[in-house]
Every structure is written in structure tokens, then in C-alpha cells.
């Protein structure tokens, strides 16, 4: 194997395939990076059985083809350091020799034979624009748990009905839901699907440099279902292929309310430097107080007469009955800053059941698709 390519190039897609590898493999030929070399030009993977990612780079000069395995970590931090120079890459026995300008490293080969056979991307189910999908990715993944004793609700469980795609995740205490329309294969397309969190948010980030993003999904099985991501990058293709989440995801639907009693506008920046200035004397795992009164919002937290206390109040368009309540302060805070509205609304039904937030669309705006439902905390008293 030998090859001669672009040290940007290279570099950007070698750090992709690795941001893939696992922290602990099971086995060592897990930590490596695959380089497949041919007249095609280069293919570089990696997999650990549960998530793929392929980077392909057709303007690489291929003088001999062969195919290498080392350690992907170690070659995305020698490729972040090398001088802006082409990239040199030759099999040396057992070994593969870098060269970059002056810079020349070596390293060590591991078994190209032990490492696992790549899954086959699924049938194309349509496609999507790659930064409306990477905004709803990064708004849904907002509520998805981080608590790997419950996986399944660290997924976000992916629906497909025709044109639109639904992005639903939740970790008990708070709900997002984004709508977004996209170009299915087939106009009754009827499918669903939960996809690791963390997955998707890094694979929807990291496929933006195209114009579109190829979804496919195969159901498959209890846990033998994958879904694939595809979309072009510096002229050549980045692929992300992961095992789809066992389990029943809860039916969350239901709890947004289709009628309130109160809703209050407020602007959304003003709304969040309030909370976080207030929030900043609420105690561990207190709530801050939103109260709703007088065309007027006003927040409080802290407690007792020995305890520092904050109140600030914001100007605020009721509609409906006054009500008081509160809420975990970093919930809100990540709803609120999920919108990208100037002004939002908070939608309730009373003051001891979830509030509704989303964003307020202005004459000409398109519709933001996206809602946030968190559930109010216990007011001390």
C-alpha cells in the first residue's frame, strides 16, 4: 500500500472515522482505524459492532493498493499535528510509514483478518436537508436520559410518516418533540425507529459540510435493526451506520394536552439570562418559582431567612388564568435554549401539570416544528 493525499483532507476524515472508536474495545483490533487503498482512491472505517462510520477519499493518488489496520486514535492526534504538507503513507512489514514534509512517524500494524466485516448500508429511505435534520437533531436530543440503566430512553425514537419525520425523546422529567419534512422514496413510507442519542447528534453534526443527508432504515429483528446516515463531504462520502435500540419507547404523545388555560409570551433571551441569574442562589435540586400575574412574569428561588433569596420580574402577555409554579432551572434552560424564536410561549393547563414551551413564528416564518414539555418540581414552602 502506498498513497500520497491532501493533509486537510485526510486529516478531517480520519478524525470522523475515529470520533467513532470505542473508549474501552472489547478487543484490540477494536481501537483501529481500517485504510483500504485502491485505484478508487481511499476508504477509511472503523466499527465496534454496534456503530460504524466510512469516509471515502477518491482524490487520493494511489501508486499501490493494499489495506492497513492502526490504532485510530493515535493517527487522528499525528494527523491534527502534522505541517501543512501532502500526506505520505507506505506498508513497511508489519509496520506503516508516515511522512508529512519532515515529519515522518511509524507505526505499528495490528491483523487485518480479525477485524470485523462492516455492515451493509440499508435500502435509502429518503432524503433530507443536512442542516434542517443536523437543527432538529440538536433540539430533540435535548431530553433524551443519559441514564444507561433506562437505554432505552437514552434513543431517540424516529418516526416516518411520508413526507415527515417525527424526532421524539424524553428522560421522564421533560419531552421533545420536532417535526420536519423531508423526501421519502415512497410517499406512504410508514416507519419508526430508536437511535442512540449520542449517535445521532454527532452524525447529524458531522454531515453538514453537504446539501443532504440519506436516511436508511431496516427494522430488521428485535435488536437486529440499523439505520445508516449518508452525505457527501469534500468530494467524497461519509457513511455512519448504528445498531437500532431494543425496547418499547413510551407513548409520550399523548401527554401534550390539546387545550390550555393559561398561555404567557415572554422573550426568549430576556426569559433565559433571568433564570440563570435567579437560579444562581436556588439550592441543589430546588426549583425556581415562576409566577404568572398582572401582564407580568416574576421569578424567585432561595428559601428561609438565612438563606441568600432572588427575584426579578420580566414583562409578560397573559392570556387565561394566573397561575404559580416552578421548575428544575437547567431543564428550562435547555428547553428555551432548543428555540430559536425571538419570543416563546408557555402553554399550561394548571399550575401542577406540564408546561408546554415553543417558539413564537413571526409573519413569514416558517412553522419551528419543535416542542418542549417539562414537568414542574415541588415549590418549597
Request: net charge negative; hydrophobic share 40%; glycine share 8%.
Given at each position: 500500500?502506498?498513497?500520497?493525499?491532501?493533509?486537510d483532507l485526510f486529516a478531517d476524515a480520519?478524525?470522523?472515522?475515529?470520533?467513532?472508536?470505542?473508549?474501552?474495545?472489547?478487543?484490540?483490533?477494536?481501537?483501529?482505524?481500517?485504510?483500504?487503498?485502491?485505484?478508487?482512491?481511499?476508504?477509511?472505517?472503523?466499527?465496534?459492532?454496534?456503530?460504524?462510520?466510512?469516509?471515502?477519499?477518491?482524490?487520493?493518488?494511489?501508486?499501490?493498493?493494499?489495506?492497513?489496520?492502526?490504532?485510530?486514535?493515535?493517527?487522528?492526534?499525528?494527523?491534527?499535528?502534522?505541517?501543512?504538507?501532502?500526506?505520505?503513507?507506505?506498508?513497511?512489514?508489519?509496520?506503516?510509514?508516515?511522512?508529512?514534509?519532515?515529519?515522518?512517524?511509524?507505526?505499528?500494524?495490528?491483523?487485518?483478518?480479525?477485524?470485523?466485516?462492516?455492515?451493509?448500508?440499508?435500502?435509502?429511505?429518503?432524503?433530507?436537508?443536512?442542516?434542517?435534520?443536523?437543527?432538529?437533531?440538536?433540539?430533540?436530543?435535548?431530553?433524551?436520559?443519559?441514564?444507561?440503566?433506562?437505554?432505552?430512553?437514552?434513543?431517540?425514537?424516529?418516526?416516518?410518516?411520508?413526507?415527515?419525520?417525527?424526532?421524539?425523546?424524553?428522560?421522564?422529567?421533560?419531552?421533545?418533540?420536532?417535526?420536519?419534512?423531508?423526501?421519502?422514496?415512497?410517499?406512504?413510507?410508514?416507519?419508526?425507529?430508536?437511535?442512540?442519542?449520542?449517535?445521532?447528534?454527532?452524525?447529524?453534526?458531522?454531515?453538514?459540510?453537504?446539501?443532504?443527508?440519506?436516511?436508511?432504515?431496516?427494522?430488521?429483528?428485535?435488536?437486529?435493526?440499523?439505520?445508516?446516515?449518508?452525505?457527501?463531504?469534500?468530494?467524497?462520502?461519509?457513511?455512519?451506520?448504528?445498531?437500532?435500540?431494543?425496547?418499547?419507547?413510551?407513548?409520550?404523545?399523548?401527554?401534550?394536552?390539546?387545550?390550555?388555560?393559561?398561555?404567557?409570551?415572554?422573550?426568549?433571551?430576556?426569559?433565559?439570562?433571568?433564570?440563570?441569574?435567579?437560579?444562581?442562589?436556588?439550592?441543589?435540586?430546588?426549583?425556581?418559582?415562576?409566577?404568572?400575574?398582572?401582564?407580568?412574569?416574576?421569578?424567585?428561588?432561595?428559601?428561609?431567612?438565612?438563606?441568600?433569596?432572588?427575584?426579578?420580574?420580566?414583562?409578560?402577555?397573559?392570556?387565561?388564568?394566573?397561575?404559580t409554579t416552578g421548575f428544575n432551572p437547567?431543564?428550562?434552560?435547555?428547553?428555551?435554549?432548543?428555540?430559536?424564536?425571538?419570543?416563546?410561549?408557555?402553554?399550561?393547563?394548571?399550575?401542577?401539570?406540564?408546561?408546554?414551551?415553543?417558539?413564537?413564528?413571526?409573519?413569514?416564518?416558517?412553522?419551528?416544528?419543535?416542542?418542549?414539555?417539562?414537568?414542574?418540581?415541588?415549590?418549597?414552602?
Amino acid at each position: 500500500m502506498k498513497f500520497r493525499v491532501d493533509r486537510d483532507l485526510f486529516a478531517d476524515a480520519v478524525a470522523w472515522a475515529a470520533r467513532s472508536l470505542p473508549v474501552r474495545p472489547s478487543t484490540p483490533v477494536l481501537s483501529g482505524l481500517l485504510i483500504e487503498a485502491s485505484d478508487e482512491g481511499l476508504v477509511l472505517s472503523t466499527f465496534d459492532y454496534e456503530t460504524s462510520a466510512r469516509a471515502t477519499l477518491p482524490r487520493a493518488t494511489v501508486s499501490d493498493e493494499g489495506t492497513a489496520l492502526v490504532s485510530g486514535r493515535l493517527l487522528a492526534d499525528i494527523c491534527r499535528s502534522l505541517p501543512p504538507k501532502d500526506v505520505e503513507m507506505v506498508i513497511d512489514g508489519a509496520r506503516v510509514s508516515l511522512t508529512c514534509g519532515s515529519a515522518r512517524f511509524s507505526l505499528q500494524t495490528m491483523p487485518v483478518e480479525d477485524y470485523p466485516t462492516l455492515p451493509e448500508m440499508p435500502t435509502a429511505t429518503g432524503t433530507v436537508s443536512s442542516e434542517d435534520f443536523a437543527h432538529a437533531v440538536s433540539q430533540s436530543v435535548t431530553a433524551a436520559g443519559r441514564d444507561d440503566m433506562l437505554p432505552v430512553l437514552t434513543g431517540v425514537r424516529v418516526e416516518i410518516d411520508g413526507p415527515t419525520i417525527s424526532l421524539l425523546a424524553t428522560d421522564r422529567f421533560r419531552l421533545s418533540l420536532r417535526e420536519l419534512e423531508w423526501q421519502p422514496n415512497s410517499p406512504d413510507e410508514s416507519l419508526a425507529a430508536l437511535v442512540p442519542a449520542k449517535v445521532l447528534s454527532d452524525t447529524a453534526k458531522s454531515l453538514t459540510s453537504g446539501s443532504d443527508v440519506k436516511i436508511a432504515l431496516s427494522a430488521g429483528g428485535a435488536g437486529e435493526g440499523i439505520i445508516g446516515f449518508e452525505g457527501e463531504v469534500d468530494g467524497g462520502v461519509r457513511r455512519t451506520t448504528t445498531r437500532l435500540l431494543d425496547g418499547e419507547f413510551p407513548k409520550v404523545r399523548s401527554l401534550f394536552p390539546n387545550e390550555h388555560l393559561t398561555v404567557a409570551r415572554v422573550d426568549r433571551k430576556e426569559l433565559i439570562e433571568s433564570v440563570k441569574r435567579v437560579s444562581l442562589v436556588a439550592e441543589r435540586n430546588t426549583a425556581v418559582q415562576l409566577a404568572f400575574q398582572d401582564g407580568q412574569l416574576v421569578l424567585d428561588a432561595g428559601s428561609g431567612d438565612e438563606g441568600a433569596q432572588a427575584t426579578e420580574g420580566l414583562e409578560a402577555a397573559i392570556e387565561g388564568d394566573e397561575l404559580t409554579t416552578g421548575f428544575n432551572p437547567q431543564f428550562l434552560l435547555d428547553g428555551l435554549g432548543a428555540i430559536a424564536q425571538a419570543k416563546v410561549d408557555l402553554s399550561f393547563t394548571q399550575p401542577t401539570k406540564p408546561v408546554v414551551i415553543s417558539g413564537v413564528v413571526e409573519p413569514g416564518e416558517d412553522e419551528p416544528g419543535f416542542r418542549y414539555l417539562l414537568m414542574p418540581r415541588r415549590l418549597l414552602s
